[in-house]
């Protein structure tokens, strides 16, 4: 697990853009292509790989890297943690390099266009790149402003460990969560509203699916996030319905969330790029994109 001083490692399968249908497909603007590059592991394996996206976050990262690090600390466990820059126009990472050099656990993973220059490609390219990079048994994202904190994964690791489910995700939801401090009206008017749709086009039962923090079997999201299309914040039901497609158990579970300000979600735009997406994983779907080789 590493940082410093060691050359980054490029990663290939999610630089070029996902193939587009020829059939009577919408048309859309291909992305740019994307040359990803990680700091190497210094380990072939560990237990946990936690995973955080980040855009522009050089004032809020610092804390959020030394409180999992403190917590980290007091575990018995080996892990890593990769930070995914996901096009920050900040410092966000040479914050993270700063870090990592005094902690070999800590990752930066980057990704920039042809020139060189940093490009911001969606809260779901970074997670996708991070996954890749990640050498954990059990795979685990979380939001740079720990809205969910960093210690409620002893809530989500468990049930993974015991093989009582393949994802275990985060929710607000539930009855037994606490929710600290609550989101605006309006945002948890979009959020339930958001939600029905979910469960109407992708995944009828989970009552949140954008609760950014989420744990797997390592294997299960490398398997699904190869298969993932979705960069935007999309994404998350777009990894549940692939769960479901292919008969991975998934846990919701009931954690302690504190709302943070300085959302990185757009109120007036994120509603409508949320279900353009999730008409584009019926669309992938039906164009057998999620289908695997054999």
Not at 128 to 152: H, Q
Not at 157 to 177: Q, V
Request: some cysteine; aromatic content about 8%; hydrophobic content about 40%.
């Amino acid at each position: 697990m590493n940082s410093g001083g060691a050359p980054p490692t490029s990663l290939h399968s999610l630089a070029t853009p996902s193939a587009l249908a020829t059939d009577a497909a919408p048309q859309t603007s291909v992305p740019p292509r994307a040359r990803i590059t990680a700091q190497p592991s210094r380990v072939v394996k560990c237990y946990l790989s936690i995973l955080v996206p980040a855009y522009n976050e050089e004032n809020r990262l610092p804390a959020t890297l030394e409180t999992i690090a403190t917590y980290l600390q007091k575990r018995d466990f080996s892990h890593e943690l990769i930070v995914v820059d996901d096009g920050s126009r900040d410092a966000t990472r040479e914050v993270v390099r700063e870090f990592a050099a005094a902690h070999s656990w800590v990752r930066l993973v980057q990704y920039d266009d042809e020139n060189g220059a940093a490009l911001n490609r969606g809260k779901g390219f970074a997670i996708r790149a991070g996954v890749e990079a990640a050498v954990g048994r059990d795979i685990l994202f979380s939001d740079a402003d720990l809205s969910t904190p960093i210690e409620e994964m002893e809530r989500l690791l468990p049930p993974i460990s015991r093989g009582d489910c393949d994802i275990a995700i985060a929710s607000r939801a539930l009855p037994e969560s606490n929710l600290a401090v609550h989101q605006p009206v309006h945002r948890e008017f979009m959020g339930r509203t958001f939600n029905k749709i979910v469960q109407k086009m992708a995944v009828p039962g989970i009552m949140d699916t954008q609760c950014g923090f989420k744990a797997f079997r390592g294997d299960v999201a490398k398997r699904l996030f190869a298969l993932a299309q979705i960069d935007g914040f999309g994404f998350d039901p777009e990894i549940l319905f692939l769960a479901r497609k292919f008969g991975f158990k998934i846990q919701e579970l009931p954690v302690t969330w504190c709302h943070r300000d300085d959302s990185r979600v757009n109120p007036l735009s994120a509603p409508f790029s949320m279900l353009r997406e999730l008409c584009e994983i019926r669309w992938n779907d039906a164009r057998g994109l999620y289908d695997e080789e054999i």
